[in-house]
C-alpha cells in the first residue's frame, strides 16, 4: 500500500465551527506533514511530526492544532478559523526526515464561511 | 534563508516539442537535498526525482532528466518528446539540514495536441 490517504476531500465550515482533518498512511513511514496550498501558489510547510513527536511547526496559528495519535495516523484540528484559511491542506509522509522524498495525499478542499 | 526560484511562470509547448524547466536555488549549507514534484490538475503533488547536495551526476528516467549544477546553484529539468499528459504544474523543492522544505512558485507546463 503506497497510498497516503485524506478525510473529507471538501470540507466548508463557519468561523465559529470545530472541524478535524484525517490522513492515514500505512507505509510504515515515520514522519508525516501537514502543508497548506492557496490557488496558484505551492505548498507551504505547517507542521511535521517524526516519530510521532511535533519536530517542525511553521509559526501557525495556534486555530490550527495537530495531533499524531500514532504513526498511521495524522489529524489536524480546526477552529474559529478565517475566511483566508479557505486552502488545500495536503498531508504528506516520508520514510523519516524531511530530507526524504515525500509521498502526498490527494488534499482536503478546505472553505470557510 | 533557503529560496528555490523558478523563473517560468507558465510554458506551453506543442506535443513532442522538448522542454526545461529552470529551477535556481540558494543556501549557505553544505548539505542539502533538491526535490522535483509534479502536481497534475487532479492536485496530488506526485515525487519525480531527489537529490542530494553531494551527487552532482546527472540523472535519466525515460523522458525525463535532470541536469544538477553546483557551481550555478541549478537543478534543471527536461522533458523530452512531450506529451499531453505532462500537462502539470512543476516544482522544485529545498531541504537543508533537516528543516524545513521550501518550494519554488512552480511551472505551468501546457502540452498542447
Known amino acids: 500500500d503506497t497510498e497516503v490517504t485524506q478525510t473529507p476531500k471538501h470540507l466548508v465550515m463557519g468561523m465559529t465551527n470545530k472541524k478535524s482533518l484525517k490522513c492515514e498512511q500505512h507505509m510504515g513511514h515515520r514522519a508525516m506533514y501537514w502543508y497548506k496550498q492557496k490557488a496558484k501558489k505551492p505548498p507551504e510547510l505547517m507542521f511535521v511530526?517524526?516519530?510521532?513527536?511535533?519536530?517542525i511547526n511553521e509559526s501557525v496559528p495556534s486555530r490550527f492544532s495537530p495531533e499524531c495519535p500514532n504513526s498511521s495516523l495524522l489529524n489536524l484540528h480546526l477552529h474559529a478559523l478565517q475566511p483566508e484559511d479557505s486552502a488545500l491542506y495536503l498531508c504528506?509522509?516520508?520514510?523519516?526526515?524531511?530530507?526524504?522524498?515525500?509521498?502526498f495525499g490527494p488534499g482536503t478542499r478546505l472553505t470557510v464561511l | 534563508a533557503q529560496k528555490v526560484t523558478q523563473a517560468q511562470t507558465e510554458i506551453s509547448v506543442v506535443e513532442k516539442e522538448d522542454v526545461t524547466l529552470d529551477c535556481v536555488y540558494e543556501?549557505?549549507?553544505?548539505?542539502?537535498?533538491l526535490f522535483w514534484y509534479k502536481q497534475p490538475p487532479s492536485g496530488e503533488l506526485v515525487f519525480l526525482i531527489r537529490?542530494?547536495?553531494?551527487?552532482?551526476q546527472n540523472e535519466i528516467s525515460g523522458r525525463y532528466s535532470w541536469n544538477f549544477q553546483k557551481s550555478t546553484s541549478s537543478f534543471n529539468f527536461t522533458i523530452t518528446a512531450s506529451q499531453v499528459v505532462d500537462s502539470a504544474v512543476y516544482f522544485c523543492?529545498?531541504?537543508?539540514?533537516?528543516?524545513?522544505?521550501?518550494f519554488g512558485a512552480g511551472t505551468r507546463l501546457t502540452v498542447k495536441p
Open positions: 523543492a529545498l531541504s537543508e539540514n533537516n528543516n524545513d522544505m521550501r
Open positions: 511530526y517524526s516519530y510521532e513527536k511535533l519536530s
Open positions: 504528506a509522509s516520508s520514510v523519516s526526515g524531511i530530507y526524504n522524498e515525500q509521498f
Open positions: 537529490r542530494n547536495s553531494f551527487d552532482e
Open positions: 543556501t549557505r549549507d553544505t548539505t542539502y537535498y
